[in-house]
């Protein structure tokens, strides 16, 4: 329980009585503990510093994905069984049709994905993130030559005296022409193709007033490459099988054996081919459709990330690599927020605070009632709200077929539900959507588009603020 105010001896007694006044006005919080993972959160380069690359790289991959998934740009990829190794598809697919009103880049439809497997209108991309730390080559997942496999043996037979590793043409020789891994050929053959249809490079430019998100993007980056050229290949590609090991420690944690568990096919692209990439700048796009929203849910999707890791990861982190990774997150996205929600120009000039706070009392002083700010959400979620909405209103039917209603589109192949962008302007009160031209056809008539999704955004926008918004159709 809080002591009595006593009346100070510089005190007049209004002064007094204002004061007891405020001391009633308080709101008491009590604070029984706090998440330990962000006790102290610190600086971006001291964060940095205090974890490994492989933590780093983890979150590097959450950045990626936000990006490549999260922020109305692609989405995830929804079938990863259409590519030869699953675990390996691209990071995200898109529309090509909307893909192209977005950012006036025209894509081929995919030819990339296995035989067998149909798709329509469909591209995919790899997406790289570069700016935070030593660069890594584009990653394509290794491919394994496990030690029960008559491949293994075939392996070790073929390194030279005194060599870990076999490189270059020699590797290329060895799984080109070895009917031993021809399986394995394969999928090195299909995961380049599949990984490289489309790139999307996510550079982090520490520039002198902080940090700058450009969004290139490049179409067909493997241009005339041919997988079945030894040159083509080496060319483009730094192909080595490497060894994998596996080790055993005691209880101190020295090692006390280490033996060759497997090898690997790790395919990384040369700079000659990096620096052959045409780059298309989409920035600007991108920001002008997402309403400067980029960093709006960044951290929340870090760590939610983060609770998923703790959660599924086959060994169970320790506290200290969830502090490590956490703080490392929190530090990276503050950098992206300092500067307002924006992804283009992003300030980090204020230092952050110390949040270092220990269990016990807080008083709040309440001193003027103030007015509690309203909490938009980015063009990316108001997209996804109406989509939904739009599909549960729409009447599903075939892909041909009379119309199932006299006043909505029919859904049949989801094609124009999917097309609907919705761009929040909430400083000036103003919704603008669009979609796919093919369907103005219907405007003006009994299901005209710009009336039932002008509706429906009316109603989703409706559940969501007090204040009106004027939407109009562009």
């Known amino acids: 329980m809080a002591r009595p105010r006593k009346r100070q001896p510089s005190e007049t007694l209004a002064q007094f009585r204002r004061g007891k006044a405020a001391s009633r ?32 790289t983890q979150i590097t991959r959450y950045l990626s994905d936000y990006i490549s998934e999260e922020i109305g740009l692609g989405r995830k990829v929804k079938d990863p069984k259409r590519f030869t190794t699953p675990a390996a598809a691209p990071d995200g697919e898109v529309s090509v049709d909307e893909f192209a009103a977005l950012t006036g880049i025209q894509l081929s439809e995919t030819k990339v994905i296995k035989e067998g497997a149909t798709t329509r209108n469909l591209g995919f991309f790899e997406t790289k993130v570069t700016g935070l730390g030593k660069e890594e080559g584009i990653s394509l997942g290794s491919i394994q030559i496990p030690k029960v496999s008559a491949g293994f043996g075939v392996v070790k037979q073929s390194l030279e005296a005194g060599k870990k590793e076999i490189t270059g043409v020699n590797a290329y020789n060895l799984l080109s022409r070895s009917k031993t891994f021809e399986n394995e050929w394969t999928r090195v053959r299909a995961q380049i193709n599949e990984k490289f249809e489309n790139l999307l490079v996510v550079n982090v430019i520490d520039a002198e007033k902080g940090k700058r998100v ?8 493997l241009k005339t490459f041919n997988a079945f050229d030894a040159r083509s290949f080496t060319d483009n590609f730094k192909l080595r099988i490497k060894p994998r090991y596996k080790t055993q420690k005691d209880k101190d944690g020295n090692v006390v054996s280490r033996e060759i568990s497997a090898y690997r096919i790790e395919s990384i692209p040369t700079p000659k081919l990096v620096n052959s990439f045409k780059k298309q700048d989409i920035t600007n796009k991108i920001a002008a459709f997402h309403t400067k929203a980029f960093s ?13 890791f703790e959660r599924e990861a086959d060994k169970k982190p320790s506290e200290q690599v969830l502090s490590a990774l956490t703080g490392y997150a929190i530090a990276l996205a ?8 924006t992804p283009v120009v992003l300030r980090s000039t204020v230092q952050p605070p110390d949040m270092s706070i220990k269990p016990g009392n807080i008083s709040v002083v309440a001193t003027t ?4 700010a309203q909490q938009f959400i980015s063009g990316a979620q108001l997209t996804a709200l109406v989509k939904k909405r739009l599909g549960d209103k729409m009447p599903k039917g075939p892909r041909r077929g009379p119309p199932l209603s006299d006043d909505i589109l029919t859904e049949r192949t989801g094609r124009f539900r999917q097309s609907v962008r919705v761009i929040p302007n909430y400083r000036n009160s103003i919704i603008s959507y669009f979609y796919n031209p093919l369907y103005k056809t219907f405007v ?16 989703v926008v409706s559940g969501l603020y007090a204040r009106r918004f004027n939407i109009v159709s562009v």
């Not at 969004?215 to 980056?221: A, E, I, R, Y």
């Not at 009632?369 to 509690?372: E, L, M, S, W």
């Not at 003006?444 to 109603?459: K, L, M, Q, S």
Request: no cysteine; net charge positive.
């Open 296 to 308: 709006t849910g960044l951290d929340i999707y870090f760590l939610k990330r983060l609770k998923q």
């Open 214 to 221: 450009q969004l290139d993007f490049v179409k067909n980056p």
């Open 334 to 341: 503050r950098e992206f927020k300092a500067g307002g929600q």
């Open 25 to 56: 006005n308080r709101a008491k919080i009590q604070i029984k503990g706090i998440d330990k993972n962000a006790a102290k959160i610190q600086s971006f380069a001291n964060a940095f510093k205090n974890t490994t690359s492989v933590q780093r």
């Open 444 to 459: 003006g008539t009994e299901r005209d588009p710009d009336r039932f999704v002008g509706e429906t955004i009316r109603e």
């Open 369 to 372: 009632k103030q007015k509690k």
